[in-house]
Structure formats: C-alpha cells, structure tokens
C-alpha cells in the first residue's frame, strides 16, 4: 500500500541528518568514529538560558500562546533588528516559530502556486529545495563557484528571473561554503530586482553571529530599504546561543505575509513551546558576551582545520568568512581507486569510503547542489578537528591513480 502522495514521494529526508544518524548507529555498535556531519555548536546554552527555562516550568501555566509568540519576546525580536540591524518593525510585522526550518516551510507554504520558481544559489543548505519542492515550487539553482567567492552575480540573477519567478533566496553567511555578501554585492543584487518587482526576497541569516575573521556581516533588508516591503529576514537562536534544540526561529517581513504565516501557525502547531520562548527571551535580553566568545571559539577552529587543510595535497579549500563548516573540493581525487580497487566516482563515495574505512563522517556536496566537495562542520574540539584532518590526509594518501 502507498501512503505518500506524488510530492511528498518526490523528496529525500533531509542529507546531514541521515548521515549524522548513520554516523551515530556505527557509534552503538562500537566504532571509533569523528562525526562531523550535522551543524550545532558542541556547548551548551549560556547558564541564564536555562535558567530562565526552569524557572518558567516551576512557575507553571505553561499553556498554549498565541501563535506568533509572546508578546515579551516578539518585543525582544524587534529591539534586537532595531538595534543590530537598524531596522524598525511592529508587532504585526514578527513572528515566532519552531525553528527557522519552520518559517521556510511555512513561508513557501502559503506563497507558492504550482509552477512557480524559486532561485536558489548553490552551493546551499540541503533542505530548500526540496522544501520548495514539496509546496509545488520549483528550485532554480544558480551555480556560484569558488572562482566567485561562492556568491551569486547580478548577471547571473538576471539570466535566471522569468515570468514564473515568485522568490529569490539567499544565505549569508552561508551553509556550507561561509560565504558572506558585501553591501556592495547586495546592492548590485538590488539593481537587478528593482526591475522585477514581482520577485520576493527571504534572507536566511541564522549564521549572523558566526563570523570567524574580519569580514562584517551585512542585513539585506538595511542595505536595500527599497526593497523591504518585499523582504522576509529569516533568523533564530540556535546558531549565535547554542540552542539548537530549543527549536526556535523567528522573522520579520510584510504585516500581511506575516499574517499568512501566522495563520498557518495556528492550524499546524498552534504555537512555540512557551518553555522555549521564556529561554529564547533570556537569550536575546540578557548578556551578549556569550555570541562574541562563541565566535571566537569558532574562528580559533577555522583557524586550525585552514592550517591543516593546506598540509594535504590535492584537496581546494576556501577559508570561510562566517558560519563553521569547511567546505573542501576533493576533485582531483575523483576517479582514483581505494585499496580494495574500488574507484571513487563522486564525493557520495568519498564521503562514503571516508566513513566506512577512516571513521570521519562529512556530507558530500551533492548534497548541497555541488558535486565535488565535502562539508566537515568546524563545530568541534581542537582534539577532535586535529583528528578528523588526520583521518582525511590518511584517506587522501591511501588512494591510487
């Protein structure tokens, strides 16, 4: 019997996820295994987070609230954009979710009608196409190589807008390559959709706080203000306070696209957990001096696997400006042969062999729209990245031309 309907049949499970799961099952059955595979801060919370958890759990009625989040924390979420980003929002203009993964959901959910296009610069995260997909959409990917800085052009969205273009989605710092735009790059991105006005905008900017040099991080929606109006700026807490599985996104865009979401909300999940939000509103309210040495624990580790990395011949790698992943070209590897005499066709079976034999989980880029190259999250310790690095230019020299 066939229970999945035609769109959801035409999906996978989300990539890192499965592979994180793969890596963890050969864990139970006693394999030394360095699992690099998903993205998550490897510490905890700041102390106050939880804190502000457990006191609203003694404090009891924990009831449902309104599904586009509490008052208290909405008002948090428009002074955080007010202060950081130099943007001004109402009330009816943010929403709170179950993670930022939600809001796409939802967003492309309540937007899209069959047909429509959606572009989507790759190298990207693993789940937007296939979350357009599953609403009707179809993903328009836009290749942006490592000669350009993995960024999309102006020339290169012009080429793909058409008539059925709806969205226009971008990341940055991004997932997987640590990309980050300039304000000059945005502004250019701006030209080209002033001349589409039916194009809409979501900025995935949940890596804000994870920039590892000197590289500034740029809000789309404060650097082209004329294109607010057609804007949503997707963002959370999981990255910036270790709070991955607290689940909790926010956004902020148009009065009336956040209604639509809201509506959605409320028929689906009904709202965030209020447990969650009481620890999200600490995370955004209280001290900040955690995001700044979490960045700096990250840049310390970019640092170290960069160092590495260049020690290993024929492997290309791009420091990342942001985010904590090590986005690594392994193309001159494809077509060489195991011990066994088995030939490494693509990155799914580099990363495959990688982890069978050499005990290091990574996502291969196809995965992300980029065959070719593999990811290794940086979100790790020194021992455990010194490690990985040795398992993969042991990898490396074991292969044969």
């Known amino acids: 019997m066939t229970f999945e309907n035609r769109r959801a049949a035409g999906i996978q499970s989300s990539p890192s996820m499965a592979i994180a799961m793969a890596a963890k099952k050969l864990v139970a059955e006693g394999r030394d295994i360095i699992d690099l595979s998903l993205g998550e801060p490897d510490f905890e919370p700041p102390a106050h987070v939880a804190a502000a958890a457990a006191e609203a759990i003694r404090k009891?009625?924990?009831?449902?609230?309104?599904?586009?989040?509490?008052?208290?924390?909405r008002k948090a979420i428009i002074s955080k954009f007010k202060i950081e980003n130099g943007l001004d929002y109402g009330f009816d203009e943010v929403i709170v979710a179950n993670g930022a993964k939600q809001i796409l959901f939802d967003l492309f959910l309540v937007t899209l009608e069959p047909g429509d296009e959606v572009i989507v610069p790759t190298p990207c995260?693993?789940?937007?196409?296939?979350?357009?997909s599953l609403h009707g959409g179809e993903p328009i990917w836009v290749g942006c190589g490592a000669e350009a800085g993995f960024k999309m052009t102006a020339e290169q969205l012009e080429a793909a807008i058409t008539?059925?273009?709806?969205?226009?989605?971008?990341?940055?710092?991004?997932?997987?390559?640590?990309?980050?735009y300039t304000a000059d790059e945005y502004r250019r991105l701006a030209d080209v959709l002033a001349r589409h006005p039916r194009v809409l905008v979501v900025?995935?900017?949940?890596?804000?706080?994870?920039?590892?040099?000197?590289?500034?991080?740029?809000?789309?929606?404060?650097?082209?203000?004329?294109?607010?109006?057609?804007?949503?700026?997707?963002n959370g807490v999981s990255k910036a306070y270790a709070m991955t599985g607290w689940r909790l996104g926010y956004a902020a865009g148009p009065k009336t696209l956040i209604s639509a979401l809201t509506k959605i909300q409320?028929?689906?999940?009904?709202?965030?957990?209020?447990?969650?939000?009481?620890?999200?509103l600490a995370?955004?309210?209280?001290?900040q001096d955690f995001v700044g040495r979490g960045?700096?624990?990250?840049?310390?580790?970019?640092k170290i696997m960069a160092d590495r990395l260049a020690q290993i011949d024929e492997l290309d790698f791009t420091p990342p400006d942001g985010a904590f992943y090590a986005f690594i070209g392994i193309h001159r590897l494809l077509g060489r042969k195991t011990a066994t005499?088995?030939?490494?066709?693509?990155?799914?079976?580099?990363?495959?062999?990688?982890?069978q034999q050499f005990g290091l989980s990574s996502v291969p880029g196809a995965a992300f729209g980029a065959p070719g190259f593999i990811r290794l999250s940086i979100a790790a310790s020194d021992s455990e990245l010194e490690g990985a690095c040795d398992r993969l230019a042991a990898m490396v020299q074991s292969l044969k031309a």
């Open 60 to 73: 009891g009625g924990i009831r449902y609230g309104a599904p586009a989040g509490t008052e208290s924390l």
């Open 341 to 355: 005499g088995d030939v490494i066709h693509d990155d799914t079976a580099f990363a495959s062999h990688l982890l």
């Open 266 to 280: 409320s028929q689906s999940v009904s709202c965030v957990s209020m447990v969650t939000q009481a620890a999200a």
């Open 283 to 287: 995370a955004l309210t209280g001290d």
């Open 295 to 302: 960045a700096m624990i990250f840049a310390r580790r970019a």
């Open 125 to 132: 995260w693993v789940s937007y196409g296939d979350i357009v």
């Open 163 to 180: 008539s059925k273009t709806r969205w226009l989605m971008l990341n940055s710092p991004c997932n997987p390559t640590g990309a980050i």
């Open 203 to 234: 900025s995935d900017e949940i890596y804000e706080h994870v920039l590892l040099k000197d590289t500034s991080f740029v809000c789309f929606a404060e650097t082209c203000p004329e294109l607010r109006d057609r804007t949503l700026i997707v």
